[in-house]
């Protein structure tokens, strides 16, 4: 195949060459001329309208000005000097200042002729003054290649000591343009869709987007690339799950056997909420229907995900299948575990737990009574998908806290069963952000759990600074006495864990000195520990045998303990939103008063004041992943960095919902019209997503 010539390797570009090649990998990871195209800048300097003189008056801005030099002078003595001009233009006059170069600019600019300035705005004492001004003749046959917002794009600390400033980016990139026709950026868009919305073309978006002439260019080049970029996540999403639709069938679950309906009258000790049944019934549905079902359940911590999985379950194994549920953490699967077994216990279900500390014979036996199918449902970690973790029959694969995982690892579950791929459920607890979720899940099937069981009170969260941790004592203690158990977390962030460590260290100590045994016991986890001590002093408090557990974020998912009605978060504006949120949802989980109380430091910065804030006024946890993506964006969304798809060079989630909801309702309309994109308008879209296909060195992480 003939190489494209936007695969030219970058330092083959006019002004670039070996050494800047070079950096631009290095630094900015741009390594062909494709890159360096679709390597936005990040904003414009303004220089589309001139202003008046006498117009500016603020320290600081940037002007663009036309106007006659009618002075200059060389002031100060040998070293030190500097030389000054005035500009006047018919409103008022200033000042332009040079103190390097200055033998240069003497010679170059002529005292009486028209110039055009551009610069920072100096006020000192009612004197307008720009330094070091960009300084152009004014022409007035080229006016308007004058007048132009120049990008700026996003640099580095070496970029910038080797010269490679915004703008000798922008000369590659009109170097670039002298080298690529419009023939080099076939359009791909198809042509009714376009003309409907009123889109630039491809050349005419990414041109302008660095080289806008004014701002409607660089508007309708924005406007056209976020569409384009949201246009196509959204295309890829639907045409996969239409594919999988067509192509993969699931087996066909349609028994409602004796396993679920013993559960469901014998063991199930109350009634199912009205969510839970609806969701129930929207899965039952898929595993009935012929094809593959790839459903997202999502549902705030507490709202009781874990039966419905358990139920999903036991309708796979009624059917004569296998099913699994794979966790994020150790401690968490093995919770999972531990539960489950219970909960089936008397039904005949045989449950079997695999992580990494499963080895040696107990593994080997393991994965032997797998694949004969004397195992029914396989708790574990990702040491499930391992390949030669092989099923006999696995029927439906659940999936806990999608977030934790990459997206590939959901795709590798398919390949679980050679002869039909397995149903998939993911679960999580962390609510998504709508548009997150079309963009990230777009691609499954949503079932959402609004409802919390029955007698649950909203917890309340308190705000207290380190001065108050007396009366905070005085409270734990309080609840302690009344049989209650409590959690104290602090951060930890991995680039100083030993520091963490060191606070966490510290924390336990103040603790031990306040709550003194025999009276109370404490139990400590963190993520430096083995797994059996962690699981040791972790089954201590489950089983109430200490009063506080003291834990990193190690706790943070899934953990279960009803009778834990306080959770206490140290440092705590150093989480994030969905973390905070996450830690809360572990208590309050009987049917009692449950607290969560945020100590921080006294002085706060303002997006943890919000953070905190935010957490004391609601429960709700649509709401906080909301405004939380507000203040973070969407990028630092907990775990969505790792996954991928969510790496938009231009669209932005927060800002762009109506563009994205836009997309969406198109991307469906063609695939409902044209699935395998036969018509002739939809023929280049369907050339230009085979092209990206081929450049996706890791398909995976868009399929
Ligand atoms: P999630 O996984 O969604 O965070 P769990 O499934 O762990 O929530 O459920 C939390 C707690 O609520 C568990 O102790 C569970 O037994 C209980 N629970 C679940 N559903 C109900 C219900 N319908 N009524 C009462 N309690 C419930
Ligand atoms: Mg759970």
Known sequence: ????????????????????????????????????????????????????????????QQVLIKGTIISMDKVGGKGRGRLEAVMRDGSGFIQLIWFQGIKWVQESIEVGKEYIAFG???????????AHPELEPYLAQNIDALKRMDPIYSSTEKLDKKGLSSKVRRNLIKNLFKKIGKSDLEEFLPQPLMDKLNLCSRYDSLRWIHLPGNKEEYELAKNRLKFEELFLNQLVLILNKEMRKRKMSGAIFSTVGEKLNSFYHDKLSFELTGAQKRVLKEIRKDMGSGSQMNRLLQGDVGSGKTIVALMSMLIAIDNGFQATLMAPTEILAQQHYTGITEMVSGLGVKVAFLSGTVKGKKRKELLRLLTNG??????????????????????????????????????RMWGKNEEKEPHILVMTATPIPRTLAMTRYGDLDVSIIDEMPPGRKDIKTIH?????????????????????QIYVVFPLIE???????????DG???????????????????????????????QRFVKGETHIMVATTVIEVGVNVPNATVMVIENAERFGLSQLHQLRGRVGRGGQQSYCILITGYKLSKEAKHRIQTMVRTNNGFEIAEADMMLRGPGDITGT?????????IA???????????????????VEKDPKLLLKFNSRLKKYLSEQKRLAKDWGRIS
Request: a positive charge; aromatic letters at 8%; zero cysteines.
């Open 1 to 60: 195949m003939s190489q494209h010539l936007l695969d030219t390797s970058i330092e083959y570009l006019k002004g670039v060459g070996p050494g800047r090649g070079e950096l631009l990998r290095n630094e900015l990871n741009i390594k062909t001329f494709r890159d360096l195209l679709y390597t936005f800048p990040f904003r414009y300097v303004d220089k589309t309208s001139f202003q008046l003189i006498k117009d500016v008056y603020s320290d600081g």
């Open 120 to 130: 920072r705005v100096k006020m000192y004492k009612g004197n307008r003054s720009i």
């Open 374 to 411: 004397d195992i029914d449902i396989l708790i574990g970690t990702h040491a499930l998908i391992e390949d030669h973790v092989i099923f006999k029959n696995l029927g439906l694969s659940i999936i806990d806290e999608q977030h934790r995982f990459g997206v590939g690892q959901r795709a």
């Open 464 to 484: 207290r600074t380190d001065s108050s941790r007396p009366k905070v004592d005085a409270f734990l203690k309080r609840e302690i006495s009344e049989g209650k």
């Open 495 to 505: 680039e100083s864990e030993k520091l963490d460590l060191q606070n966490l260290q």
């Open 508 to 538: 336990y100590e103040r603790l031990l000195h306040q709550f003194p045994r025999p009276d109370y016991q404490i139990s400590v986890v963190h993520g430096r520990m083995k797994a059996e001590s962690k699981d040791f002093e972790m």
């Open 641 to 649: 960095r790792q996954s991928g798809i969510l790496d938009f060079k």
């Open 652 to 670: 932005n989630l927060v800002q762009d919902q109506k563009i994205l909801q836009v997309a969406r309702h198109f991307a469906r309309n063609i």
